[in-house]
């Protein structure tokens, strides 16, 4: 089943962009600079990381449990 149709994969891959990105701008901020277009959703990404980083990091630790004992 594709990541579209299944709303448990779907958020999988949702907050392992947030999470993604996030890093890259810590590593190398000069990559997300640019706030429009397709690299923009990215920077959004990167934001959304950055300023919720708990929940963020608690909705990780939830998705890990879940892949592991689900």
Do not use: H
Request: include cysteine.
């Amino acid at each position: 089943m594709s990541a579209l149709f299944d709303f448990k994969a779907f958020l999988t891959v949702v907050l392992l962009t947030i999470c993604t990105c996030t890093y890259i701008k810590a590593k190398f901020p000069s990559l997300l600079n640019d706030r429009t277009g397709f690299r923009g959703l990215f920077w959004k990404a990167a934001r959304i990381g950055e300023r919720l980083s708990p929940w963020v990091a608690l909705s990780c630790i939830i998705m890990g449990l879940t892949t592991v004992f689900a």
